[in-house]
């Protein structure tokens, strides 16, 4: 029975926030912590000559404070000094709404959102608020809805702002973050890739918390090719476990994935990873042996014995296989002239394309693309496609990757050939890792 994908685990831990998504929630809103002074009162001495716009002595000094209180950063300070013109008798319609443009913000740098969210929808409506101020407070009450974690709200305020013209990068970045957020996801993924593709565009490896982000908003769109796009561009750019464990395991999820793949998948995970899972590696061992690669299952139980014991069934599956293994790994040392000979003597190029995954194996890989290429060329395989991922796969080993990238490239057989030369490709692009240029289209090319 074939192993399950990982892809539950990882969108678990992608909605929870273990890849950081949290965290990157947290850095927008510090981000945002310092918009809402922008929104204070002008001075209004300087309308103090217009009669409508005009304010009393008596108005003028407190408020005068209270917004040199705010300028200073003691909001608290300046609600306090706001308080005395509850006293002022007869408020003009003038002073009222100064009160609100110096009260919103101060009730922001104290932390009560909700008030601060009134006081500047209050604002938004005032006759007296200049059209031209309408963008840097639309700005800033998308930045505090936002904060507030009222996010349907902070999506639509922001929304407003960017119509109205706004085109601060701190807050317009929110947008797709508010909708994610508020689980419309649709939109949130559009305004991701939007980002990606920037990004790109600009000749820049798109950061991996926004690459996060695209993810998640495909993942709760339930968009799977979206989704394995992004993730993609995660494995690529930041090549972490997790991302390459998902793409390996949807490698052998393909229709009628062959059985006798199984062990190219575990020769990637090993060259990806570094290792195959402890419950995979006394399976291993065992297809390696009996698919006459005895030298390979050796490598795998020498490995374990050293490195991680076995344990339990696995402990006694490995004693009853490694006498196996080691006497056939000792006989194909023995008779390695004579394979290669017959190998070379043989009606077509079978044997030369296993002799050379033999010497591939036994870490001599140049010779091994030799032999391969030679089988290849020779003809007459029963698996062409096969030999060609396992001619990439020696020319990895050589340390050849630009011949091996082109060479998974040009697969594209059946029963996950295709999928695995796919993840070998991706595989080969982070390795390459272009410092000066993307290293995959853009993901809404790639995703369409």
Do not use: C
């Amino acid at each position: 029975m074939r192993a399950t994908s990982s892809r539950a685990m990882l969108a678990l831990t992608l909605v929870a926030g273990l890849y950081g998504v949290s965290s990157d929630i947290a850095e927008a809103r510090q981000g945002v912590g310092t918009v809402a002074a922008a929104a204070g009162a002008a001075d209004p001495a300087a309308a103090a000559s217009q009669p409508v716009n005009a304010v009393t002595p008596a108005f003028a000094a407190p408020f005068n404070a209270a917004q040199d209180l705010l300028k200073g950063g003691n909001g608290a300070a300046a609600l306090a000094k706001l308080k005395e013109l509850d006293a002022v008798p007869g408020r003009t319609p003038y002073e009222t709404y100064l009160i609100l443009r110096v009260r919103a913000p101060a009730e922001f740098s104290v932390n009560d959102y909700t008030t601060a969210i009134t006081d500047f929808e209050a604002l938004l409506v005032d006759p007296l608020l200049p059209p031209t101020d309408k963008v840097v407070m639309l700005k800033t009450l998308g930045a505090i809805l936002f904060t507030a974690e009222q996010y349907p709200k902070a999506a639509v305020a922001i929304q407003h702002y960017i119509d109205a013209g706004g085109n601060d990068p701190k807050i317009t970045e929110l947008l797709p973050q508010a909708q994610y957020l508020s689980k419309d996801y649709a939109p949130a993924a559009k305004g991701f890739l939007a980002e990606v593709d920037a990004e790109y565009a600009a000749g820049r490896v798109p950061p991996e918390k926004l690459l996060r982000f695209l993810v998640s908003a495909y993942l709760g769109m339930k968009d799977d090719a979206g989704y394995v796009v992004g993730l993609e561009h995660l494995a690529v750019n930041y090549p972490k476990p997790d991302y390459w464990r998902e793409l390996i395991g949807r490698a052998r999820e393909v229709d009628n994935f062959s059985d006798r793949l199984s062990l190219d998948v575990y020769r990637l995970k090993v060259q990806i990873l570094g290792h195959v899972d402890d419950r995979e590696r006394v399976n291993y061992a065992a297809i390696a042996a009996r698919a006459g690669y005895p030298g390979e299952a050796k490598k795998v139980l020498d490995e374990a014995y050293a490195n991680k014991p076995f344990t339990g069934l696995d402990l006694s599956d490995a004693n009853k296989l490694r006498p196996e293994v080691n006497k056939g790994a000792a006989a194909d040392l023995a008779q390695q002239a004579t394979a290669e000979t017959a190998a070379r003597n043989a009606k077509d190029g079978n044997a030369l394309v296993s002799q050379g995954l033999i010497e591939t194996l036994n870490d001599n890989a140049a010779k091994g693309v030799q032999l391969i290429e030679q089988g290849i060329a020779k003809g007459g395989l029963r698996q062409p496609q096969d030999a060609q991922l396992h001619l990439g796969y020696a020319l990895v080993r050589a340390g050849r990757n630009a011949d091996a990238l082109k060479t998974f490239e040009a697969i594209n057989g059946p029963n996950g050939l295709a999928s695995l030369a796919h993840v070998w490709v991706l595989y080969l692009q982070s390795q390459a890792a272009a410092a000066a240029a993307p290293a995959l289209a853009p993901a809404s090319a790639a995703s369409r």
